[in-house]
């Protein structure tokens, strides 16, 4: 990229604080160029294909062995908590927060099955309720009712795959468990060690938003969320966009950032093509012993299905599968793990690595970075509004949001993965040297627990930014208002 070309990537972007009208404007630089990840072994495809291990990872347990919380667990990612939360310097007074998790551990999804699956996976050790509940006052009230899974034995349209009383997906008892300990957590740092939050006695309801996606997984978890944080068992509304817009998941069409997804993911891409060429006896492997034909598109497009089935598998201390013919061979955890460094490259190439990753980002979840900005200049111009906002949504939501703010080093964002955007009044100023801002407001971003570094030189250690320095990128990008996204998506915006 030339020094020209560079320089076109900063603008001076106008950014009106609050958002009445009539309020101050002041003129904010800051770089919306995207910029690579770090080169560390993760993106490094040699290292994918032939090392060992998978970087001192976790993949056979929610637990995390203390004083290694923070280390990354797929079963379960660590999230703020009490033991390790780095309070912000007394200078600051916390004024908003606003989580996006990943939902927590499930049952695979039922296209990750292999096609005859020989093992049982049952859920009876938990409920799906389903109802719907009149507000009216007329004493009628709904029986708790939940799903039963069952097979017929006389319904010939046996399904392939996953055998059992699940859905699939479905979040697993433990993973219930997992959502519950984490609200008791967030309740831990942002009541208990910041008294942010009110205490469980006092009125908490109108200063909290619950939001999930479309896919119930969200609400299951968003149950067992609340009820750790707020000890209880009463209704809460949670927030939900309609189908086929919303934008937490995201749901809404957006041709031009499908069309970059895509490319990233063909043969046009010469790193994913040579990714997928190095990977071959991989694959020869895990189909034998699978039975999934190789001409099966989806579970050769990428390590996606081969990750989720196996790593669903082993963070349910489940076995690994073995070849139903022949009792073996069987997926030995050397090819587990290569799957798993394997998944780890290509999340990193899709959503970091590949120079179109960024746009694609910015145009599938410019709606919802959008409203997130709304939620930040809405406090910031002193706005009734809540303390805390809460989304629960998958891994393709928290990797587009990693994307955006260009995370230095990426990976697969894990069950219950979590970025918590904190938004802080300069309250008592120190003499400490701090970018200016004029509103005195400033944000913390924290991925897993800890300060998020990103590679973009304006955001970089997200560790007290000016907020209109983050106001301004997310304006640059997507425009307020999401005022840029429908062109990105439709093409009249080039991206
Ligand atoms: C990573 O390595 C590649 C190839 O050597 C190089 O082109 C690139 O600049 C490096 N990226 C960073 C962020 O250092
Ligand atoms: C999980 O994996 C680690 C390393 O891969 C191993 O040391 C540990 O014993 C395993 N734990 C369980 C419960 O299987
Ligand atoms: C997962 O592994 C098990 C064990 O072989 C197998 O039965 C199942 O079909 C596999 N599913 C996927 C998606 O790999
Ligand atoms: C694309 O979106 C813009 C709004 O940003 C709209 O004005 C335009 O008509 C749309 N074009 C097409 C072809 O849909």
Redesign the pocket.
């Given at each position: 990229m030339g020094p020209s070309q560079l320089r076109n990537l900063w603008i001076s972007s106008l950014l009106a604080l609050g958002s009445g009208s009539g309020s101050g404007t002041v003129a904010v630089d800051v770089n919306l160029g995207w910029y690579p990840p770090r080169n560390t072994s993760i993106n490094d495809l040699a290292t994918a294909l032939r090392g060992s291990g998978v970087y001192g990872f976790i993949f056979n347990s929610s637990e995390s062995p203390d004083g290694q919380y923070g280390t990354y667990n797929w079963c379960n990612m660590p999230h703020v908590r009490k033991q390790e939360y780095v309070r912000a310097d007394k200078e600051f007074e916390l004024r908003y927060v606003e989580v996006i998790q990943r939902h927590h551990k499930r049952t695979?999804y039922a296209s990750?099955?292999?096609?005859?699956?020989?093992?049982h996976w049952d859920c009876d050790d938990q409920g799906l309720y389903y109802y719907g509940a009149p507000f009216g006052n007329d004493g009628r009230h709904p029986a708790s009712g939940f799903w039963k899974g069952f097979r017929s034995s006389v319904n010939p349209f046996v399904l392939s795959?996953?055998i059992g009383t699940c859905q699939f997906p479905q979040i697993t008892a433990p993973g219930l468990d997992d959502s519950f300990v984490h609200g008791q957590d967030i309740y831990g740092v942002y009541h208990e060690l910041l008294d942010f939050l009110p205490s469980r006695h006092d009125d908490w309801r109108n200063k909290v938003v619950y939001r999930v996606t479309q896919n119930v997984i969200t609400s299951q978890v968003a149950g067992m969320l609340v009820s750790g944080t707020w000890g209880t068992t009463d209704s809460i509304p949670l927030l939900v966009g309609a189908a086929g817009v919303d934008s937490l998941e995201p749901q809404y069409s957006c041709a031009a950032g499908s069309t970059l997804f895509s490319q990233i993911k063909s043969p046009a891409d010469s790193a994913w093509q040579a990714h997928l060429d190095g990977a071959a006896e991989v694959y020869r492997a895990?189909d034998d012993?699978?039975?999934?034909p190789p001409t099966d598109s989806g579970?050769h497009a990428s390590f996606d299905?081969?990750f989720?089935?196996?790593s669903a598998?082993q963070c349910h201390a489940k076995?690994?599968?073995?070849?139903?013919a022949t009792g073996t061979p069987c997926?030995d955890q050397t090819l587990a793990d290569t799957v798993y460094r394997l998944g780890q490259w290509e999340y990193s190439h899709i959503y970091r690595d590949a120079s179109k990753s960024f746009a694609a980002s910015v145009a599938s979840y410019g709606v919802w970075i959008a409203e997130l900005a709304v939620h930040l200049r809405a406090v910031i111009a002193g706005e009734e509004t809540p303390l805390y906002f809460h989304n629960v949504a998958h891994d393709g939501s928290v990797s587009r949001v990693l994307s955006i703010l260009q995370i230095d080093i990426m990976v697969w964002p894990g069950m219950g993965s979590e970025v918590v955007f904190e938004l802080y009044k300069r309250t008592h100023p120190s003499t400490r040297q701090l970018k200016p801002s004029p509103s005195g407001y400033y944000a913390r971003v924290l991925f897993g627990g800890r300060v998020l570094r990103s590679s973009n030189p304006s955001l970089s250690v997200m560790d007290m930014l000016p907020a209109e320095t983050l106001l301004a990128y997310f304006d640059g990008l997507v425009g307020r208002d999401a005022g840029f996204v429908v062109g990105k998506c439709n093409g009249t915006i080039k991206i």
């Open positions: 695979p990750n099955a292999f096609p005859v699956e020989s093992y795959g996953w895990l012993i699978s039975g999934v579970f299905h081969y989720d089935n196996l598998r076995p690994r599968p073995c070849k139903l997926v």
